[in-house]
Nanobody, 123 residues
Framework: VQLQASGGGLVQAGGCLRL?????????????MVWFRQAPGKEREFVAG????????YYADFVKGRFTVSRDNAKNTLYLQMNSLKPEDTAVYFC?????????????????WGQGTLVTVSS
C-alpha cells in the first residue's frame, strides 16, 4: 500500500489550500481514509476522516466549518480542502488508511500512512 500526500505549502492567514492523497495497493473504496496533523513538539492529532461506503465525514472541532474532506473512488484519491487557514493550522499533514468499519480518531491503529505534506500559515 502506498499513500502519496501533496498540496502543502506556505499561505497567509485566511487563505486556502487543497491537499491530495493518492492511494495505490488497496481497494480504495473499501478503506477508511483520514487526515492527521502534527505540529512541532505536539502529538499527532485527528483532523478529518471519511468512511468507506456512503462516505460519511467526521471532523475535529477545531476545523469544523473550515475544512472539507472528500474522496474520489474512481481516482483513488482523498482530498482535504482547507479554507480560512489560521497560523495554528501550521503542521505536517498526513493521510492514513485502513480497513476499519468506522473512522477511528486515534492514529495508532492505522497501518498505512503517507509521507506527510507541510502546511505553513503565516500571520
Amino acid at each position: 500500500v502506498q499513500l502519496q500526500a501533496s498540496g502543502g505549502g506556505l499561505v497567509q492567514a485566511g487563505g486556502c489550500l487543497r491537499l491530495s492523497c493518492a492511494a495505490s495497493g488497496l481497494t480504495f473504496s473499501s478503506a477508511v481514509m483520514v487526515w492527521f496533523r502534527q505540529a512541532p513538539g505536539k502529538e499527532r492529532e485527528f483532523v478529518a476522516g471519511i468512511s468507506r461506503g456512503i462516505g460519511s465525514t467526521y471532523y475535529a472541532d477545531f476545523v469544523k466549518g473550515r475544512f472539507t474532506v472528500s474522496r474520489d473512488n474512481a481516482k483513488n484519491t482523498l482530498y482535504l480542502q482547507m479554507n480560512s487557514l489560521k497560523p495554528e493550522d501550521t503542521a505536517v499533514y498526513f493521510c492514513a488508511a485502513d480497513r476499519f468499519s468506522i473512522v477511528v480518531r486515534n492514529p495508532k491503529p492505522y497501518n498505512y500512512w503517507g509521507q506527510g505534506t507541510l502546511v505553513t500559515v503565516s500571520s
